[in-house]
């Protein structure tokens, strides 16, 4: 009989599949929203619409179940409807699920091989007034932003050629352009790799194809006005993990970091790879360049950051190694020497999900968010210790201040929302969903972006759980295309 596996925790609360498509007109506020916010904020989460195929498997492994919360005159409505992908719609066919394990083919029921296997679950990115369902080991999806209708994968027209469309694009404030990249971009586990920039007209700008130092999660990257910035962290992959049954990835302690970075007006000719010791690196807050010398911040652990992807030498997952503790290298792409040349750690509240007002992305940024995993922080048992804790640094001075949301929650990736259009860098809001394990109810909450310890402005409150979904962006309304 199908059923969700209950020897894994990846689908049993608080992290079981929701499964809900649907619409909730008018959402109850404690609080206030603030009346002069208008736009949508969408969000997503994996949620395997069937129930698993397979006996193991990771959190993320999960069609993408897109949610917007439209924000008008205090009032707040959530939309939400899966990314009809070419996977999810096979296994609705089938009524039962046909993909196995996450990124492994080798594990799918056989009517499905070669089939596109992506889950659109990691990034909902509006993009000249197109949304985008993201995932790093497929094509970008297009989706309707109002509907939330699938249209389907794009290619942009026949110009892109490489499979694969990251699900960490950035937007240059200055061109437009959206700038993304692909790795595995020949085939699963290939060192083949694509630098992208897409015109706000949807056009494929440039496919630029270079090689990895080695195969590895390439889950976000780092652009400035000159230069785009490939962090290669050694989570690693091969056939034979695959064959093995293994999780996709396992952390290689052996091997070293690189940063590479490639002048944007360049091509794979042009690419330096920087040199650093075995550690870890995900998401990116932000990058920019100063002449030729680069800035990248990142939160780095020693070790591995994700326990469900364990050492290939099969050490235990140690936590505090885990921790991963905003860091900024720098590089100079006229240096001599291939070592990073300063590594500067710029906060000791560990944690992940960091992010920046986003309309200074490629600029030096002036104010950084994140979440923070703090042990020492009570927590009910079966909550935590997770993310608990929003961290707010303001990197011209210094100041810092955290948030914690209490002990029965789990918080999601914060989203910075500008006050107005025209706001100074800062001013303005952060979105996050705060998950009550306990209750077992999600809340949108709304914290002054440079109060943030001061607790929430408004909590909007959902009838149900939403799953712990990875990324969200805010879109104003001026930006939303026509109905
Ligand atoms: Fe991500």
């Known amino acids: ?111 499905v091989e070669g089939k596109i296997r992506g889950t659109g679950n990691t990034n909902p990115f509006v993009h000249g007034g197109t949304l985008y369902a993201l995932k790093e080991d497929s094509p970008a999806i297009v989706m309707d932003p109002w509907t939330l209708e699938t249209k389907g994968y794009t290619d942009f027209g026949g110009r892109m050629k490489g499979q694969t469309f990251s699900a960490h694009p950035k937007i240059d404030p200055v061109t437009g352009n959206m700038v993304s990249f692909g790795y595995g971009s020949s085939g699963p586990l290939t060192t083949d790799c694509t630098y992208m920039e897409v015109s706000p007209q949807g056009e494929l700008l440039k496919e630029v194809w270079f090689k990895a130092p080695y195969y590895c999660m390439m889950h976000d990257f780092g652009v400035t006005q000159d230069y785009v910035i490939f962090p290669i962290a050694p989570m690693v992959s091969s056939w034979e993990r695959l064959q093995a049954n293994k999780p996709h990835f396992g952390f290689d302690k052996t091997l070293p970091v690189y940063l590479g970075v490639m002048p944007r007006q360049g091509d794979a000719k042009d690419i330096r790879w920087f040199k650093a010791p075995n550690q870890n690196a995900c998401h990116v807050f932000n990058a920019w360049n100063e002449g030729t010398k680069i800035f990248f911040d990142v939160p780095v652990s020693r070790g591995n950051g994700l326990h469900f992807f364990p050492d290939l030498d099969g050490s235990p997952f140690n936590p505090m190694e885990a921790l991963a503790l905003p860091t900024r290298w720098i590089v100079d792409y006229a240096s001599t020497g291939d070592e990073f040349k300063k590594v500067t750690r710029l906060s000791s509240m560990g944690g992940e999900f960091p992010r920046i007002d986003d309309r200074f992305q490629t600029f030096r940024h002036h104010h950084a968010w994140w979440l923070v995993a703090d042990p020492s922080k009570p927590f009910t048992k079966g909550c935590g210790p997770g993310f608990a804790n929003i961290g707010y640094k303001n990197m011209t001075n210094g100041y810092e201040s955290v948030w914690w949301a209490g002990e029965e929650y789990h918080l999601q990736e914060p989203c910075f929302v500008p006050r107005s259009k025209d706001a100074p860098e800062g001013d303005g809001y952060l979105i996050v969903l705060a998950d009550n394990l306990v209750a077992n109810l999600t809340e949108l909450v709304i914290l002054d972006a440079l109060a943030v310890e001061k607790g929430p402005v408004a909590r909007v409150k959902l009838p149900f759980r939403l799953r712990s979904g990875l990324h969200g962006n805010w879109v104003d309304a001026s930006q939303m295309p026509a109905a």
Do not use: C
Request: hydrophobic share 35%.
């Open 1 to 111: 009989m199908a059923h969700f596996q209950t020897d894994t925790n990846y689908y049993l609360n608080p992290a079981a599949p929701g499964r809900f498509e649907g619409q909730v007109p008018d959402l109850p506020v404690e609080g206030e929203v603030p009346h002069h916010l208008k736009g949508a904020f969408f969000r997503i989460q994996p949620d395997p619409l069937f129930p698993r195929m397979t006996e193991e498997d990771v959190y993320f492994n999960g069609d993408g179940l897109l949610a917007r919360f439209d924000f008008d005159n205090g009032q707040v409505r959530f939309t939400q409807r899966y990314v009809e992908t070419d996977k999810l719609k096979l296994e609705k066919a089938a009524g039962r699920a046909l993909f196995g394990r996450y990124r492994n083919p080798l594990t799918d029921d056989a009517s």
